[in-house]
């Protein structure tokens, strides 16, 4: 049996990541980070399917309108790995 290395925990939105907290299904979107309506698109069917935490690249500023579409159109915790 595997063991789980003791991590620290981290809250995010309504949920808690890390520590002896359950393992959560996650996913990155993966279409272009300037298409808002794209991503939006692909992060409603990840909701639908059960994600708990949905992850996406900002690479630049211009890609900033995808993640306040996002926040205000999904119920799902956003991580964003920022580039610039």
Known sequence: MTTR???KSVKIKNITLGGNNQVLVQ??????????RANLAQARELQAAGCELIRLSV?????LK??????????????A???F
């Open 27 to 36: 996913s990155m979107l993966n279409k272009p980070a300037e298409d808002a």
């Open 5 to 7: 290395e003791n991590t």
């Open 81 to 83: 790995d920022i580039h």
């Open 59 to 63: 690479p630049s500023a211009a890609s």
């Open 66 to 79: 995808t993640v306040e579409l996002l926040k205000q159109s999904i119920d799902v915790p956003l991580v």
